[in-house]
């Protein structure tokens, strides 16, 4: 939200027109922009925010963290810039990655979070609106700027490798993804 909190639901709860959040967490202290689950460890959630940073929460625990933010369930990483997405490498799980709206994509391994990324690039001068990682392509990772411009990445050598970047010509881009049904199709 823009107050700066992350609310959790459980829908299955609802009774009436209002559902009451399970949690609210406080973690936060400007906008937060984007967040991710982690693609098989259900209880992980990634957050990132106009504060700079990029939190890792384990929700099971979300009322302690709600209060504490020094609590030993979340860990933070800082950003130079604010975050404008954060994705989940669905290839090898333990790489959460942001990016911010300095052009900046930074990638962490999880198991040493808030250690110095694993790698870190300027993807567009003007920033990135958004990007994706591809579900069906290893190492592929999709980047979009108000460049008006998309661009591939070669994730899999130690500092990512640009493959192409075409201007889209629709204007300002401000998300990307890819469906998943086709490696070489995306919005």
């Not at 250690?115 to 990772?141: I, K, R, T």
Request: charged residues 20%; negative net charge; hydrophobic residues 35%.
């Amino acid at each position: 939200s823009a107050d700066g909190t992350v609310k959790l639901w459980d829908v299955t709860q609802c009774k009436g027109d209002y559902i009451e959040p399970s949690a609210t967490l406080t973690h936060h202290t400007d906008k937060v922009q984007s967040l991710a689950w982690h693609p098989s460890e259900g209880t992980l959630l990634a957050t990132g925010g106009y504060d700079r940073q990029v939190w890792l929460v384990d929700a099971r625990s979300a009322a302690s963290v709600a209060s504490n933010n020094n609590n030993a369930n979340i860990k933070k990483a800082k950003l130079l810039a604010d975050c404008e997405a954060i994705a989940w490498d669905v290839h090898n799980q333990q790489y959460l990655t942001a990016a911010s709206e300095d052009g900046v994509i930074q990638c962490w391994d999880v198991r040493k979070f808030g250690s110095d990324p694993v790698w870190s690039f300027v993807a567009h001068e003007y920033g990135v609106s958004d990007f994706c990682y591809n579900s069906q392509v290893p190492g592929m990772l999709i980047t979009c700027s108000i460049d008006k411009t998309v661009a591939l990445w070669d994730t899999r050598k130690s500092t990512p490798e640009p493959c192409g970047s075409k201007e889209m010509n629709v204007g300002k881009l401000y998300s990307v993804r890819t469906y998943p049904s086709s490696p070489w199709l995306l919005a």
